[in-house]
Structures are given as C-alpha cells and as structure tokens.
C-alpha cells in the first residue's frame, strides 16, 4: 500500500517507509509463471529434444537453470486459449501412440509429445508446483474428474491405475485447478455467457471437490471490473455445506482475472499497470460485498485473486497466432516493474500471478538453439523474484503527477500515476527493499528518503539504459542490473527512466 499526496513537480519529492509498518503478507505465488502450449513456450522453449542443451527428459537445462533463479514457486499449465480444446489423454502414455491433432486457438498442430506427465516432472525439476487449467470448451466434467483422478487419485481406480502404468506410482498432488479461461471472450471455442458459465462453474466445483476436497478451485473472471466479475462471484461464492460439511466453507477459493498493457508512448505505456492496480482494488471490493450478500460466516475463508495472466504485450506487434515474441525495450522494463509495484502494494488481495508467459511467448526468457537471451524485462522480473519476498510496508509518497493521456484513458481520474511509482517489502531477516520507478523520459529526481537510518550501508541495484527503445540482443546487452553501493544520507536521485532497488538492514 502506497499512500500519495500530489506536490508540484518543483518540489522535492518525499519518501517515507517504516520497516515496523507491515500491511500484508507477500504471497511466495505472486512470482508465479505461466507455460502454454503457444508458439516456442513449450516446443523449443521447455521441451527441445535432440538438441545438445537438452537433459535427457528433452528439457532446455540453460531454461532450467534461468528459471531456477527465480525460485517460482508454481507454474500455470497448459494455457491460456489452448486448453478450451485440449484433451490431456491425447498426451499421455507412450508417446509413439499419442495423436496429433488441429489447435484452434493458435491455429496450429498439438503433437502431444509433450503433456501430463512431462510436465509433472519439470515442475520437480524446476522446483514449482502445477497448476492445471481445466477445458470447459470441449472438455466435459467428466474428463475434468478423470483428469484431476490422474494427477491426485491414491486409491485402486482406473485413472489412478493409468498413471501407476505409465510409470508414476506416488501421485503428483496438484492443489491448483483453474474452471476454465477467459470463458467470456469471443475468441473461445465454446464461449459462455455469464449466467451459463457461473452455473457450469458451480457444478463443476462441486464434483471436483467431492473427489479431492484438498483442492484449490479458481474461478474464471475477467479484468475485474466488470458485471462477469461480479456475476459469477455472486453465484459461485456460496456456504456449501452439503459439500463441505457441516464446518461450511465455499467451494471457490480464488477469483482469476487478466490483463496486459501495452503503448508505443512511453507514458501511456509505462503507466498502463495501474489500471490493473484499480482492477484489483474493485474485485477486492467485490469479493468483500459478494461475501456480505450471501451471508458468508467471517469465520470463512475469503477468497484471493488469482491474477493469472499479466504482463506487456501488445498483440498487433507481437501476433498470437504467430506465436507472439515480443521484442522487449527499455520502456518495457519499466513498465515490468510498475507492474510488480502493483502486485506488492496490492498483497492484501493477491494470492497468486502468473507472468506470461516464462520462455519465449511475450517472454523476458527466449531461447535459440544456441543459448537463452534475457531481455530487458528479465532483469526487475529477477531482482522482485529474489528480494520482494516477505512483508509488504506501508509507504508514503509526495511527489509530482503525470498528468498526461492514460491507456486505457479511463486510467485518469481514477487512480494517481505519480512520476515515482513506489513499493517497499521487509523479508523475514529484517531486510528492507524499496523499490522507486521514475517514469520520467528525460529528469532525474532527487527524493529525500525518510526511515533510512543516516549512515547505513544499502545496497543499490538499478535497471536502466541509454535509450527508451534500446533492447537486448544475443550480440549485445543494453540494458541489465548496475549494483553498487550508497551510505545512507537522506536523499536520493533516481535517474530519469530507471528502475532502482534499495536494500538495508535497519
């Protein structure tokens, strides 16, 4: 929680944080990835066999190693779009026997050399737990429920009994299921009104509970903002006793929403995030006045968001079916970055994001048969991973506002998009990370920093570049992490278009 109060861009701006002012947990899932069977994410992109930077399983281990880095705690599989028509029997068993068959949403071929299975055992590898995206397109509940028997199923049954002959007797214990995705857009085979999904939804919850109350169901929404929102929390966020028994409970246990943003104006572009920082603050509210409706018991469990897809990407520069690479700049980094300011200010309501896509797909990670490349948002991506852990800190700001066009415009008027954008964590060792976005093109800030003690040792890792365009290539990296060291001394400039990263130990 950032609190702001808007002074004339002439004045010195002000940074308060108190490391004794904890607001919210941080949740480790907050740094959670997202692999879809789209374009290279999986097929040369997780999955290479044959290629001599391959494990034996097939797996990229550059890929491997880069992710590892992140400590990504779970990893949303196998979309997206592609899972309204994926039918995860095609992939598993031996893979000779395994079908091809037409993708619709990327117009593509599904070889299914890669699945279940497969992916089970890169998420050991990596060290991330799965989370599985159920297909309410063309699947049925009862695929759903051998699916979920599959993956958790103990007992001597025939799903489970599959899984032990194809090699995997100790179950995988998948706690994350996803009722769907983006159910409500038109681009979906199967498209659902809102009405016919909170129905299919709620269904489907039931059962899949009964099966394995241990699970975690994630309900499909939208951008948080609207009547679909709404609608299906209302209907779906019920007491369910004669599921859960008589200690109650609901049967949904986060709400998903999307966005991404994206603008060739630097400003627009950078300032874009906050409009998922207004969506987030709305569903919030709307899970609160969903729970007074239905009489929920405050002694319930209220549900979190689930922002399972996010990032910068603009679908007319880096097409989908095309298999969407975005070429990452500068700006791009930034705005990266206001992003996770977003998630840390906003932990109270988080409970889990997904950044799409982890290789290759509007990727900070892409790979050629070579090596990976990190572009340039890899490196706030990185450095929130490894050090925004913890305790979210409740930080005030004073500083001066861009007050010009928004995208979306609706942006203006409903949220502040000061020239500082500004999120500050404490981690269980006592380490304070503050984290100061200038969004400015062309002017530094010097900002006098309150709650640094005078003197102390902090360390400073700050992203930049020369140009707002400049990127990364394999033959040259323009923009990564300058770390250094600054004797605490009350104020600080933060160079114009910069991310920077200050870290101490009161």
């Given at each position: 929680m950032t609190s702001y109060t808007k002074i004339p861009d002439d004045q010195q701006p002000v940074i308060t944080v108190n490391?004794?002012?904890?607001?919210?947990?941080i949740e480790d899932n907050t740094y959670g990835g997202f692999t879809e069977h789209m374009g290279r994410c999986i097929y040369g992109g997780l999955?290479?066999?044959g290629n001599p930077l391959s494990d034996e399983n097939g797996f990229r281990k550059d890929v491997i190693e880069a992710l590892k880095e992140l400590n990504s705690p779970v990893v949303r599989y196998p979309g997206?779009?592609?899972?309204a028509t994926y039918h995860w029997l095609d992939g598993v068993g031996p893979k000779e026997k395994r079908p091809k068959r037409p993708e619709l949403a990327w117009l593509g071929v599904e070889t299914n050399q890669f699945g279940t299975d497969e992916f089970m055992q890169w998420c050991k590898t990596v060290g991330s737990e799965p989370y599985i995206a159920l297909n309410m397109g063309t699947g049925t509940l009862d695929e759903a429920l051998a699916w979920l028997e599959y993956c958790n199923g103990t007992k001597d049954t025939y799903y489970a009994n599959m899984r032990?002959?194809?090699g995997h007797e100790e179950p995988y214990n998948v706690k994350y299921w996803a009722l769907g995705n983006e159910i409500w857009g038109p681009w979906q085979v199967e498209q659902m009104t809102k009405e016919d999904y909170a129905k299919k939804a709620f269904q489907w919850a039931k059962a899949l509970k009964l099966l394995d109350p241990s699970i975690?169901?994630?309900?499909?929404?939208?951008?948080?903002k609207d009547d679909w929102d709404y609608y299906v929390l209302k209907e779906c966020i019920t007491n369910h006793t004669e599921t859960l028994g008589n200690g109650g409970g609901t049967l949904i246990d986060m709400h998903s929403i999307h966005r991404y943003t994206s603008s060739n104006d630097h400003l627009e572009n950078v300032t874009g995030p906050r409009a998922a920082e207004r969506s987030i603050q709305l569903t919030g509210a709307m899970i609160d006045l969903v729970h007074i409706i239905n009489k929920i018991p405050p002694t319930v469990k209220k549900q979190k968001i689930c922002f399972d897809e996010w990032n910068v990407w603009d679908p007319t520069r880096a097409i989908g079916s095309e298999g969407a690479e975005e070429k990452y700049t500068l700006s791009d980094a930034l705005a990266v970055a206001v992003w996770l300011n977003v998630f840390i200010r906003q932990s109270r309501y988080i409970g889990m994001a997904n950044i799409a896509q982890s290789v290759n797909v509007i990727s900070p990670l892409m790979t050629?048969?070579?090596?990976?490349?990190?572009?340039?948002?890899?490196?706030?991506w990185l450095l929130f991973c490894r050090h925004m852990r913890g305790s979210a800190l409740a930080v005030h700001l004073q500083s001066g506002?861009?007050?010009?066009?928004t995208k979306p415009y609706w942006i203006r008027g409903k949220i502040e998009t000061p020239w500082l954008d500004v999120s500050a964590a404490v981690n269980d060792e006592g380490v304070v990370s503050l984290v100061v976005v200038n969004i400015h093109d062309s002017r530094s800030f010097d900002a006098k920093l309150e709650g640094i003690p005078q003197g102390a040792s902090v360390d400073v890792y700050t992203v930049t570049g020369d140009r707002l365009d400049c990127t990364n290539t394999a033959e040259k990296t323009e923009v990564g992490v300058q770390e250094s060291k600054w004797e605490a001394s009350g104020s600080y400039e933060f160079p114009r278009a910069s991310m920077t990263m200050l870290r101490w130990k009161p």
């Open positions: 490391p004794a002012f904890k607001i919210s947990k999955y290479d066999p997206g779009n592609f899972c032990r002959q194809n975690e169901l994630i309900l499909c929404g939208k951008e948080g050629s048969k070579d090596g990976i490349l990190k572009q340039t948002t890899w490196w706030p506002e861009y007050e010009g066009a």
